[in-house]
């Protein structure tokens, strides 16, 4: 067996020389965080970690506490960051600027980062580089693209690893070589599920009546998450208890859930304790609008989707075309045409009324996260860093004019966009992308 396909099995990954890789893993936030950027980071880096020699990661702690954090996250040794703690932007400047000083980055065969300046300081000064990260940049801030490109086809940049093939997509519009474009989707750790809890049990713990159907949503409550279609589906089915679940205040959905009495708003939950709300619902929400992905383009394969996989819950969705790439109607859950209120409607009482149809959903949705932890991940990312190492890299050419002036073009409507929203990233609904 070639040593490509070798890490997919567990086999220690192998760099020059025929010794183990070493992978320098970077990350640019204090650890821990509740974001969920620092979840997919720490549990990715922990379980590719687990199959190197030696890795490393470079961050910045506050203080000895915040090194034992993040060691206790990812099981690998700390480099503390030469790195401001505030203001974050300062914080991230000086990870990239400082990191290509330090002993481990000229020692790496592989920096592994998810923040664009830290890849561009690495490839720079000499380093090797796989980038994971689920924003479409080039569609998001097109002004980038010039940079992005370069930066991508450098014969030292390895990988990119989408979270997602509608991100992946982007690249390749972009024209970067689909050979360095991975879609390499997130995880779950089926050990939140290691001790199973009947719906009946789960809701008496809760307070809630036996009896009462429910519907649960977890993740942060606000107004960029499509919430607001799901109000509208509460204030019609009176008798089906909403719960979202977490909340970091008083926010306007928060405030609009107060004249609705079958909604309940509870705060945030660690990991520790979500499961308590996940076990007690009937059917779990991932509510189906595109405003997420298109109005504001904060939410790409939103990650609690794979959570809610391995729950053995049924499932209710939009068909948007990043959930439908895990997601199929009627096989492992239900999917509603995106921002329709009667279809919402439809799909939670079909799911709350027939108990088989539900049960088929859940097992199916289970079934498919087996192949869906933070483990399988790992395999996967493995072997593309083995194989990519391993292979001879080409530089793509330069520059061209039909790319020139769809830079322009998009960057104009980035401008106007930003000007009129103050937000820094264009969603596809503002690119004149109503089909995203």
């Given at each position: 067996?070639?040593?490509?396909?070798?890490?997919?099995?567990?086999?220690?990954?192998?760099?020059?020389?025929?010794?183990?890789?070493?992978?320098?893993?970077?990350?640019?936030?204090?650890?821990?965080?509740?974001?969920?950027?620092?979840?997919?980071?720490?549990?990715?880096?922990?379980?590719?970690?687990?199959?190197?020699?030696?890795?490393?990661?470079?961050?910045?702690?506050?203080?000895?506490?915040?090194?034992?954090?993040?060691?206790?996250?990812?099981?690998?040794?700390?480099?503390?960051?030469?790195?401001?703690?505030?203001?974050?932007?300062?914080?991230?400047?000086?990870?990239?600027?400082?990191?290509?000083?330090?002993?481990?980055?000229?020692?790496?065969?592989?920096?592994?980062?998810?923040?664009?300046?830290?890849?561009?300081?690495?490839?720079?000064?000499?380093?090797?580089?796989?980038?994971?990260?689920?924003?479409?940049?080039?569609?998001?801030?097109?002004?980038?693209?010039?940079?992005?490109?370069?930066?991508?086809?450098?014969?030292?940049?390895?990988?990119?690893?989408?979270?997602?093939?509608?991100?992946?997509?982007?690249?390749?519009?972009?024209?970067?070589?689909?050979?360095?474009?991975?879609?390499?989707?997130?995880?779950?750790?089926?050990?939140?599920?290691?001790?199973?809890?009947?719906?009946?049990?789960?809701?008496?713990?809760?307070?809630?009546?036996?009896?009462?159907?429910?519907?649960?949503?977890?993740?942060?409550?606000?107004?960029?998450?499509?919430?607001?279609?799901?109000?509208?589906?509460?204030?019609?089915?009176?008798?089906?208890?909403?719960?979202?679940?977490?909340?970091?205040?008083?926010?306007?959905?928060?405030?609009?859930?107060?004249?609705?009495?079958?909604?309940?708003?509870?705060?945030?939950?660690?990991?520790?304790?979500?499961?308590?709300?996940?076990?007690?619902?009937?059917?779990?929400?991932?509510?189906?609008?595109?405003?997420?992905?298109?109005?504001?383009?904060?939410?790409?394969?939103?990650?609690?989707?794979?959570?809610?996989?391995?729950?053995?819950?049924?499932?209710?969705?939009?068909?948007?075309?990043?959930?439908?790439?895990?997601?199929?109607?009627?096989?492992?859950?239900?999917?509603?045409?995106?921002?329709?209120?009667?279809?919402?409607?439809?799909?939670?009482?079909?799911?709350?009324?027939?108990?088989?149809?539900?049960?088929?959903?859940?097992?199916?949705?289970?079934?498919?996260s087996q192949n869906l932890t933070w483990d399988s991940r790992a395999e996967k990312i493995t072997a593309i860093i083995t194989a990519r190492f391993q292979t001879t890299?080409?530089?793509?050419?330069?520059?061209?004019?039909?790319?020139?002036?769809?830079?322009?073009?998009?960057?104009?409507?980035?401008?106007?966009?930003?000007?009129?929203?103050?937000?820094?990233?264009?969603?596809?609904?503002?690119?004149?992308?109503?089909?995203?």
């Open positions: 067996m070639q040593r490509g396909m070798e890490a997919a099995c567990g086999i220690p990954v192998f760099g020059c020389n025929g010794r183990q890789m070493r992978v320098l893993f970077t990350f640019e936030n204090p650890l821990p965080a509740r974001a969920a950027d620092a979840e997919v980071f720490t549990n990715t880096a922990r379980c590719v970690g687990a199959r190197l020699a030696g890795p490393a990661l470079h961050v910045p702690a506050d203080g000895a506490l915040g090194e034992a954090a993040a060691k206790q996250l990812t099981h690998m040794a700390i480099i503390r960051a030469f790195a401001p703690l505030r203001p974050a932007a300062l914080r991230h400047f000086f990870c990239g600027l400082t990191i290509v000083f330090r002993s481990a980055f000229r020692k790496a065969d592989v920096v592994y980062t998810r923040n664009l300046w830290v890849a561009w300081m690495s490839v720079t000064f000499g380093a090797r580089v796989v980038f994971d990260h689920y924003r479409p940049w080039p569609a998001q801030i097109p002004p980038l693209q010039p940079l992005l490109y370069r930066l991508f086809c450098h014969r030292r940049f390895l990988a990119n690893l989408c979270h997602s093939e509608y991100t992946r997509q982007k690249y390749i519009e972009l024209g970067i070589p689909a050979e360095k474009l991975f879609t390499v989707h997130n995880g779950f750790d089926p050990g939140r599920f290691a001790a199973p809890v009947e719906v009946v049990t789960a809701k008496t713990a809760l307070g809630i009546p036996v009896s009462q159907k429910t519907a649960v949503y977890t993740g942060r409550i606000n107004h960029k998450k499509g919430l607001g279609l799901v109000l509208r589906a509460a204030a019609a089915l009176p008798d089906i208890l909403f719960m979202l679940v977490g909340s970091y205040g008083d926010g306007p959905i928060e405030q609009q859930a107060q004249a609705l009495p079958n909604i309940r708003i509870v705060e945030w939950q660690t990991a520790e304790t979500l499961g308590r709300y996940v076990y007690a619902a009937d059917v779990l929400l991932i509510p189906p609008s595109l405003e997420p992905l298109a109005a504001f383009g904060s939410t790409v394969l939103p990650l609690k989707l794979f959570f809610y996989l391995g729950s053995g819950r049924p499932i209710l969705a939009g068909a948007t075309p990043d959930v439908a790439e895990v997601l199929q109607h009627g096989r492992n859950a239900w999917l509603c045409p995106p921002d329709d209120l009667k279809a919402l409607i439809a799909g939670l009482r079909e799911l709350t009324t027939d108990t088989a149809l539900a049960k088929r959903l859940a097992a199916a949705a289970y079934n498919d890299q080409i530089e793509r050419g330069m520059w061209s004019r039909p790319q020139f002036n769809r830079w322009v073009r998009e960057s104009r409507r980035w401008a106007v966009h930003m000007i009129r929203k103050r937000s820094l990233f264009l969603p596809p609904a503002a690119a004149g992308n109503t089909n995203p």
